[in-house]
């Protein structure tokens, strides 16, 4: 469990944050970028993601852009803050406490930092898959991802 | 005298106070759906609890009495739209309507270089069997402009007609934004011009009267659900000589005469050509009652009580200040807006955590958005059984909707 409570004013603050001003939302010019579309039946968000992994096989820089609601859009924008810097198992394990946190299951919140914010989703069903749509994204590239 | 509270209680849906995240529901998706009046039920019950039996494949009483019900719905149908009985054929609802038009009309019909002329505010429905039937055929799809009002003008149809078209399709109403299309004029222009005018009829069958006859329209397509009947539902109304011209898209048992070895088969006369397979009994005869409810309340009534809602939606939604709409001047009973610096998504979840049921995003009429420049919006759409108070709830939500967060906290 965190470290400190977070409180609803604390997630509200952080979702509307990465919502009004993300900091990752961009299509990158530079090279080397691997990068996946991903899209909803049942919603409007239609989103790419893109990666970038260093010699070391850490990520060195990661990237969303598209159409999306606040959900989608802030989510999308930590986990790029979340994956960079870390390698490929690191960033599978985030991404799978992230998921069993989405999912009301137990998990690692050690490893999530500003993504708790969206430990409620769960309260709207219909926007599960917005909490997810960027990260189901980057686990499709990791899967697919064979660093040099 | 319209007594909108007298016809709630019709509605188990709406008798029985049904609740969404712990507040009373408030459902605003009317053109998504509808509720079903207990006389569609209960007509539905007794066929399966008491009167289950296949149409048109026995010689007992009980298979008699199913054949009687289903042709009793389909008279119901067709005095519904002033058809012939003969010209109404029942379908899963609206795009398998229109699909069989594609796959038994215009997929014999059209040759290459034809053009299928259709407008850019068309349901998916409307567009995809069209895009098919073009790839298939060799034909080419065109689009009506929409005016700067968004409507379908009749002068936009001259326009867009050339001697390469030879079959039209638009929507009577427009699924996003309400407004009416004048089909009595796109049928005359279009015939004059050698062409075949098919009616997407799915958002105004519902709301509007529909006389086949009088609009002169060559084919129109509905859904049952969209008016109180089961999902699952519908019809295809076609003029009978095309009907007959035209090939069945699926066979099978109930629509053939005989066949042979040699692969030789004659078919049944329209309607039951183009109903292969056993009909869904049960969803028909709640059609037919549907149809029958619907006409009681009256469509003339219906329309007035939508059009005096949207008035009110409309002036109390502006009173607010915080929305852009999209659609102030339609005729339809539908709002589609945006709260100011809320997206749509965002907007129709924190409506949900208020017990209201809204639809945000392109309402499966994806390429209008690009003339609305906006990628999706809210859309708020009323029936018969639709309240001022369930308005007052939306308006006072949108007065609200930049708490949005609230739904997750």
Redesign the interface.
């Not at chain 2, 997206?343 to 965002?346: G, L, P």
């Given at each position: 469990m965190p470290t400190f409570e977070l409180t609803p004013a604390m997630m509200r603050e952080i979702i509307m944050d990465h919502y009004s001003s993300p900091r990752h939302k961009v299509t990158p010019e530079g090279e080397g970028y691997e990068t996946l579309h991903s899209s909803s039946i049942n919603c409007i968000d239609d989103i790419d993601v893109f990666l970038k992994f260093d010699g070391n096989g850490k990520v060195k820089d990661a990237c969303w852009n598209g159409t999306a609601c606040a959900i989608s859009t802030a989510s999308s924008d930590i986990l790029c803050d979340l994956l960079i810097g870390h390698d490929e198992k690191e960033a599978k394990y985030i991404i799978d406490q992230y998921r069993k946190m989405i999912h009301e299951e137990p998990y690692d919140s050690s490893v999530l930092e500003e993504a708790l914010a969206f430990m409620n989703t769960g309260r709207q069903a219909a926007r599960i898959h917005c909490a997810l749509i960027g990260w189901d994204a980057v686990e499709e590239i990791l899967k697919g991802h064979h660093h040099e | 005298m319209y007594d909108v509270y007298k016809i709630r209680n019709d509605f188990p849906m709406l008798r029985e106070p049904q609740t969404m995240q712990g507040h009373p529901l408030v459902f605003l998706d009317n053109a998504s759906t509808t509720f079903k009046p207990d006389r569609v039920l209960d007509a539905m019950d007794v066929y399966n609890r008491k009167e289950t039996a296949n149409s048109h494949r026995g010689d007992y009483d009980l298979c008699n009495k199913a054949d009687r019900a289903v042709a009793k719905a389909r008279e119901s149908v067709a005095r519904f739209l002033n058809a012939g009985v003969n010209e109404i054929v029942f379908t899963a609802g609206a795009t398998s309507a229109l699909n069989l038009v594609a796959y038994g009309y215009c997929l014999k019909v059209l040759k290459p270089g034809d053009e299928i002329l259709i407008s850019l505010a068309e349901h998916a429905s409307n567009v995809l069997p069209w895009f098919r039937i073009a790839s298939l055929t060799g034909a080419k799809v065109k689009y009506i402009p929409l005016s700067e009002g968004n409507r379908i003008t009749v002068e936009a149809v001259k326009t867009a007609l050339t001697p390469h078209t030879k079959f039209v399709s638009v929507a009577y109403v427009g699924n996003v934004l309400g407004y009416i299309a004048p089909i009595k004029e796109i049928a005359a222009l279009a015939h004059a011009n050698g062409a075949v005018l098919c009616v997407d009829g799915a958002q105004s069958t519902p709301h509007l009267k529909t006389d086949v006859k009088d609009l002169d329209c060559d084919f129109l397509a509905f859904s049952g659900h969209k008016f109180c009947a089961p999902t699952g539902t519908g019809a295809l109304y076609g003029k009978y000589d095309l009907l007959c011209a035209m090939d069945p898209f699926e066979t099978g048992g109930g629509m053939n005469v005989k066949f042979y070895p040699d692969g030789t088969a004659t078919y049944l006369l329209p309607p039951m050509k183009f109903e292969a397979g056993t009909l869904n009994v049960a969803g028909i005869i709640g059609l037919g009652e549907a149809v029958e409810y619907v006409s009681s309340i009256g469509l003339e009534e219906i329309s007035a009580h939508e059009h005096m809602l949207k008035a009110y939606a409309v002036e109390k939604l502006l009173a607010t200040g915080m929305v852009d709409i999209y659609n102030a001047d339609s005729e339809g009973g539908i709002v589609t807006f945006n709260v100011h610096g809320v997206?749509?998504?965002?907007f129709a979840?924190y409506l949900?955590?208020q017990g209201i049921a809204c639809r945000?995003?392109?309402h499966c009429a994806k390429m209008l958005n690009d003339v609305l420049c906006v990628?999706?919006t809210v859309r708020a759409s009323f029936y018969l059984y639709t309240t001022k108070e369930e308005i007052d709830a939306l308006v006072e939500a949108v007065k609200h909707g930049g708490n949005?967060?609230d739904?997750?906290?």
């Open positions: - | 997206f749509s998504q965002d979840t949900n955590a945000s995003g392109q990628p999706a949005f967060l739904a997750y906290f």
